[in-house]
């Protein structure tokens, strides 16, 4: 005949049972074994309670109903602290899952690649240079007389040891031709840095590619060649090209390109202020001082050179109107560009 003990007996392995489960699903076990209706085993004890003489009937009911309340709130208890805790191992496939945010290619990385994609289809290799420069790379190898005013303390970043940042790409053109022979036909894609006023279009650090090509008979047509075949493949194939007359010390004659407008075809829109011509790069010969600086015979060899600013290219491919979207990493803005 059961007793109060075999109850409380049975409420102790209940209980470690509950606190042993390490799963809802293992909580759902110990109900089904000792509270199911049919056959658990706390409660089949009670069908047994008229088989108990009448004067104990009161205390045992009792007590097994208070066992069951017992465990019932224990694993309550026990599902409320496994559904709030993180150590639960049950597997819910019905929740959300953990989304890991995946970045993106930065867009001006995403333009430097396709625009030296475009000249190694062309036959120009990539070559870089420091960041820190001296004077004599960033200006006097490349032409500046001293007074030039892009020397100027409003233009150059000056650092300590006489260095400063360069402003262009251009000096790697004069230290990849120091180290090399004739033919030379190179791209040079970096970052460089200007003090100028941050505004929607321009930044203190932006980047430029630079190209060349020196080797004997090099002539202003091969440069004509080369861009458009870059800008016809970059921009759009029908577009027309301009040479304007220009000036820069290290190129003579020198020029800048202006594309028709990719967007309206010339005929005048936002994007080319009613102009119908989009400026993209300097370029020119390069200068016979250039070419002897870095031990060049100048009357034997020749050759072109071009820049154009990376930023400036991004924002009218992709009709950005403020440059400084490139440098805030607004996760939102480099995403449209996969
Ligand atoms: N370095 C020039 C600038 O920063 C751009 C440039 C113009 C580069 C003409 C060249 C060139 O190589 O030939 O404005």
Redesign the pocket.
Known sequence: MPGSNQISAILQQALAAVASSASLKDLEAVDNRYLSRKNGLLTSILKTLKDIPIEERKTFGAAANEARLKLEEAIAQAQEGLRTSKRDSSLDPTLPGISHKIGSIHPITRVIEQICQSFYGMGFTIARGPEIETDYYNFEALNFPPDHPARDMQDTFYVEGGLLLR????PV?VRTLEKSKPPVKIITPGK?FRNEAISTRSYCVFH?V???LVDEGVTMADLKGVLVAFCRDFFGEDLKLRFRPSF?P??EP?AEVDISCFLCGGKGCQLCKYEGWLEI????MIDPNVLNNVGYDSEKYTGY???MGVERIAMLKYKINDVRLFYENDIRFIRQFR
């Open positions: 402003t262009h790409t251009t053109q460089t430029q630079d190209g060349f820069f290290f190129t020198s790069l300097g370029c020119g050179a071009f820049g």
